[in-house]
């Protein structure tokens, strides 16, 4: 009796213990790959889903290439439905982690979305998809999504073939500025593969 009751919490102790560090090691990958500092000061509390058409998904730093990112992913999180969100994709490894001079470039800046429904909201920036130059290594690309505190004015429209104040941007700086507080977030990494020439060539037609 007595045996079988210290096998059951010990069961209970080990799953929980598991389960724990399962969920740790997800939102944990922001201070161990440096997202925490080098994009934001704490990492986020809550899980965002990144699902590309071709049903990759970004999983806290795991590897994807440019090809299979170059069309913007589903996004998903648990919203309140009369919150407005700003969802962010931005590369604090610009223009290489190792000496990141043009850190960060701004990828993908969506404000002013009602719920989760990120087609309704004001695409400020563009998607454009990774790009990391040859030779530069893994690039982290972190996706980071915050609450607003009212309706924003994101104070610039960069269409996805343009360039301009991509590079040298801050997310963090951005969300502060317009009061916004972060609730979730998740990221890849990605190094160059034949496909970042397009990127480069589709960000030159300004
Ligand atoms: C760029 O945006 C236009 C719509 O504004 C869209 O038709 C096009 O597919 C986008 N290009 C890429 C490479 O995402
Ligand atoms: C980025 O900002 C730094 C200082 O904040 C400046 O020295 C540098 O010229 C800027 N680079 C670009 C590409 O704007
Ligand atoms: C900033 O947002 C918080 C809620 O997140 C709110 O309590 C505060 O009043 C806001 N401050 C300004 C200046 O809007
Ligand atoms: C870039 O995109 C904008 C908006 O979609 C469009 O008006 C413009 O013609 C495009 N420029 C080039 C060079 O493709």
């Known amino acids: 009796m007595l045996l079988s009751r210290n096998m059951f919490l010990f069961f209970t102790l080990f799953f929980t213990a598991l389960f724990s560090s399962a969920m740790a090691t997800g939102l944990e990958a922001f201070t161990t790959d440096g997202v925490v500092p080098d994009v934001i000061s704490v990492p986020p509390k809550d899980i965002l889903g990144v699902t590309y058409k071709n049903g990759v998904k970004a999983d806290f730093g795991n590897e994807l290439t440019p090809t ?71 690039h ?5 999504l915050f609450k607003q505190n009212g309706k924003v004015d994101a104070g610039f429209q960069t269409p996805n073939n343009s360039s301009d104040g991509r590079p040298n941007w801050s997310a963090a700086t951005f969300a502060q500025k317009h009061n916004m507080s972060l609730v979730a977030g998740n990221f890849y990494q990605a190094k160059y593969d034949d496909y970042v020439p397009n990127v480069h060539k589709q960000l030159s037609g300004h």
């Open 140 to 144: 982290r690309y972190v996706f980071l």
């Open 68 to 138: 299979q990112v170059k069309e913007k992913p589903t996004v998903t999180w648990d919203a309140l439905s009369d919150a407005l969100y700003t969802l962010i994709l931005t590369d604090p490894d610009a223009p290489s982690r190792a000496n990141p001079t043009r850190r960060e470039f701004k990828h993908w800046v969506v404000v002013n979305i009602p719920g989760n429904q990120v087609e309704k909201g004001d695409e400020a920036a563009g998607y454009v998809g990774s790009g990391p130059p040859k030779d530069t290594g893994l």
